[in-house]
């Protein structure tokens, strides 16, 4: 067989067997997954309904700088903070709205979000669904404006350390010092009085096998630490209205 022939039966598409270094397309990067931003910010991005509100949500366990195991709900204030500052920085939102189902957790992560929250310059609603229990309270009162379901309960009680504990002096002042951070915080941001506040906190019979008192839902309103009974309807109608 000569050459001709052996062309015909295998033709040659090109000359190059590969193209040059300069001839290659630029390497890209991957463009970024919504599951690779849900798992470094905990959201795909900063969501932004048309008329402006961004809903943030607070749920199960607030965990701080101690991770949680992996079978609890968390709420990781590493993932809360960043987007107050987008909220805060967005021209394009005009109003944040809380949604609380949390159980409380880290005291200072709490009083980390909750600070941030009452900073912002841009009219806040919170609205508690089935549970603001605990450090939970600070961020529900530290909205503009509050909210509670009427099913929806709220625990106050005194802060407990879990695990290894020194017992010395120096520990029970820490816990009544970052006790007093909490009481201050919701005085401020809500119409209940401090020493009711730390009545309800040490009252017996209420809770089984520990002291505080449990709020339903139009009792938070009574005692002055929420400012009325509601839905989501009403939550974001009084939110559309401080926007406008």
């Known amino acids: 067989m000569n050459e001709n022939q052996y062309q015909n039966l295998f033709p ?21 997954t919504a599951a690779d931003d849900i798992q470094a910010l905990g959201t795909p991005k900063v969501p932004v309904a048309k008329d402006g509100i961004h809903c943030l949500t607070i749920i199960g366990q607030i965990e701080g700088h101690i991770l949680l195991p992996s079978q609890n709900k968390t709420t990781k204030y590493e993932h809360v903070m960043p987007q107050l500052v987008a909220v805060e920085q967005s021209p394009d939102i005009k109003g944040l709205l809380i949604l609380l189902n949390t159980v409380g957790g880290d005291v200072e992560a709490g009083l980390a979000i909750a600070e941030m929250i009452a900073s912002l310059s841009k009219p806040t609603v919170s609205l508690v669904l089935g549970g603001g229990h605990s450090i939970g309270i600070p961020i529900a009162v530290a909205a503009g404006y509050s909210f509670i379901a009427e099913t929806a309960t709220m625990t106050i009680h005194p802060i407990r350390l879990s695990g290894f504990v020194l017992g010395i002096p120096q520990t029970w002042d820490y816990l009544e010092k970052m006790q007093e951070r909490v009481v201050r915080f919701v005085v401020s941001h809500s119409r209940i009085k401090a020493e009711r506040y730390r009545e309800l906190m040490f009252r017996t019979g209420d809770l089984a096998r520990d002291i505080g008192t449990v709020l339903v839902g139009g009792d938070a309103v009574k005692e002055g630490l929420i400012d009325e009974v509601g839905g989501l309807c009403e939550a974001l109608t009084k939110l559309k209205s401080a926007t406008e």
Not at 12 to 32: L, N, V
């Open 12 to 32: 040659r598409t090109s000359d190059k067997i590969a193209p040059t270094f300069e001839e290659m397309p630029p390497a890209r990067a991957e463009p970024s």
